[in-house]
Structures are given as structure tokens and as C-alpha cells.
């Protein structure tokens, strides 16, 4: 019994990161990094927060192999996804940050 229920948590825990690996493709087709154009190599860094990529090592295993699988190993050697302790915390600051620029750009 304990072994269908491992099987089914690495089941859906593949599913699930062959489909955050699908949303990170999205961006970075939207953002063109999807591709080497002029024989420029552009490095990418995505940031990611939560305690399943961060321990769970088999999703993480799982999302950088489809990853490879839909970008090809060339691009996908140009990404790294690194952990980010807090990241929520830091998306919050970036977003306030920003958002009080265009204030000022509003008020001159």
C-alpha cells in the first residue's frame, strides 16, 4: 500500500512540474529567450520560492528535464533556476518599488 501511494505522489508531483515547466516556458517565449538568435548566448535566471522545489528533489529533477525537453539542451543550458529564500518577500518590495517610480513619473 505504501508503495502505491509513493508512486502516485511521484506521479503527480511529475505532472506538476512538466507543467511549471510549461508556465516558464510561456515567459520566456513572451520575454524571446526561447531561442539563440545571432549566435548570442542570453543567460536567464529564474527565481523560484517553495519548499517543494526546494526539497522535494525529484520535482526539481522533473521540471529542469522538461524544461530541457521543450527548449532544447542548448537553450535550456542558458537558464538557471536557482532557489529563492523569501521570494514572495522580494516579489512584494520589486512590485512597490516599481509602482512608486511610476508615481513619480505621473507627478512631474
Do not use: P
Request: charged content about 25%; proline content about 0%; hydrophobic content about 40%.
Amino acid at each position: 500500500m505504501r508503495k502505491a501511494i509513493v508512486e502516485l505522489c511521484d506521479l503527480v508531483s511529475t505532472r506538476g512540474a512538466r507543467l511549471s515547466a510549461a508556465g516558464i516556458l510561456g515567459i520566456v517565449k513572451k520575454l524571446g529567450r526561447d531561442a539563440i538568435r545571432d549566435g548570442e548566448k542570453q543567460k536567464s535566471v529564474i527565481a523560484l520560492d517553495g519548499g517543494l522545489y526546494e526539497h522535494y528533489t525529484k520535482f526539481r529533477a522533473g521540471m529542469e528535464s522538461a524544461l530541457k525537453e521543450l527548449l532544447g539542451e542548448e537553450v535550456a543550458g542558458n537558464i538557471l533556476i536557482e532557489h529563492s529564500n523569501d521570494g514572495s518577500g522580494i516579489g512584494a518590495a520589486l512590485l512597490a518599488a516599481s509602482h512608486s517610480q511610476y508615481l513619480e513619473v505621473e507627478d512631474s
